[in-house]
């Protein structure tokens, strides 16, 4: 069955980076896209950017345009995402989801990882 | 960037009753919306893709409509389990975006 199993809880100091992991089981990784939306406390969904994993192609929201990467290793079926000069704004869950066409949206998503930004 | 606006942003309903829930995008995303169910502590569940299909394996009092500004959620027949929030999402244009949320609760 397939499965999206993100890496745990981070807590990182305001300006540091951090880099969660999205394991991908149960299907061919190199033939969906992976996106990652996180979600602060009692706030709405938001997204992030997305991978082609197929080529490594991204595209990222203008918001984080500056501060986040989001690579994959298809030997590894794992995608990642980098989130640069931390601050306590990026406090969130962040979830990365299986794109199962441009038309049909995110069909499995991952755990959720929670990221604490705090000095 | 398209705002996504819900309405209403939270609802109180009993089990059986009928369910309409309005997402309006500041610009025209043709038919690129979906909705999402998301419960505490998990991840959103897809409900609806491209405006009105339902995935399989989601129950049929689920149906979604609209096009162009403006979509609605309809649940015919609460359940217990679809006590819940609702997003809606738009992936006609970067940034995609999601409404704020519903929050389904019950009465």
């Known amino acids: 069955q397939v499965q999206l199993v993100q890496s745990g809880a981070e807590v990182k100091k305001p300006g540091a980076s951090v880099k969660v992991s999205c394991k991908a089981s149960?299907?061919?990784?190199?033939?969906?896209?992976i996106h990652w939306v996180r979600q602060a406390p009692g706030q709405r969904l938001e997204w992030m950017g997305w991978?082609?994993?197929?080529?490594?192609?991204?595209r990222y929201s203008q918001k984080f345009q500056d501060r986040v990467t989001i690579t994959r290793d298809t030997s590894a079926t794992t995608a990642y995402m980098d989130l640069s000069s931390l601050r306590s704004e990026d406090t969130a869950v962040y979830y990365c989801?299986?794109?199962?066409?441009?038309?049909?949206?995110?069909?499995?998503w991952g755990q959720g990882t929670l990221v604490t930004v705090s000095s | 960037d398209i705002q996504m606006t819900q309405s209403p942003s939270s609802l109180s309903a009993s089990v059986g009753d009928r369910v309409t829930i309005t997402c309006r995008a500041s610009?025209?995303?043709?038919?690129?919306l979906g909705w999402y169910q998301q419960k505490p502590g998990k991840a959103p569940k897809r409900l609806i893709y491209?405006?009105?299909s339902l995935p399989s394996g989601v129950p049929s009092r689920f149906s979604g409509s609209g096009s162009g500004t403006a979509f609605t959620l309809t649940i015919s027949s609460l359940q217990p389990e679809d006590f819940a929030t609702y997003y809606c999402?738009?992936?006609?244009?970067?940034?995609?975006?999601f409404g704020q949320g519903t929050k389904l609760e019950i009465k």
């Open positions: 991978i082609n994993v197929g080529n490594g192609n991204t």
């Open positions: 999402l738009q992936r006609n244009s970067y940034p995609y975006t």
């Open positions: 149960g299907y061919t990784f190199t033939s969906y896209p």
């Open positions: 989801a299986r794109e199962e066409g441009y038309k049909y949206g995110y069909d499995y």
């Open positions: 610009q025209g995303i043709k038919n690129d």
């Open positions: 491209g405006t009105s």
